[in-house]
């Protein structure tokens, strides 16, 4: 069994961009996201995982992440419910640590998240000049969450983009 254990931002400006080592595109789909567990599907260039990950508390959960054939990644997203979430993900490094910054693309668009993992709940990290609002505990951003309600058909709130 693995823990996550992750701290969520809303990122601003472009300046991230100066930093990123590395880069991929991922689509991912939800077999089943209720608030106990999700059950997701995700590929990653042409590789296929599927990933399950138990309720959230506070900033920690358990995850379970195994690859799978991709041609059987592509079929179960054919499964999944709602709309399949579509970005590009960019490895950045700040000090010790590599964040992972998610640009959105399709029904979520405009939408740009930053990611870091952490040893512990209460590990202290120095945030660059390009996080924003921390959103770790809005469940509006969980990914599930953009599958079923995308950024694109949210009303009465603020909308985040990089520019």
Known sequence: MSIEIERKFLVVGDDWKNHVSGQFQLKQG???????????????????????????????RTEYEYPIPFSEALSLLALCENTPIEKVRYLVSHGSLTWEVDVFEGLNSGLVLAEVELQHENQEIDLPDWIGEEVSRDSRYYNSALSAHPFSTWKGTHRQTTK
Do not use: D, H
């Open 30 to 60: 939800y077999l089943q996201s209720a608030p106990e567990r999700t059950v997701r599907i995700r590929t990653s260039n042409k590789e296929g995982f599927i990933t399950i990950k138990g309720k959230t508390e506070g900033i920690t």
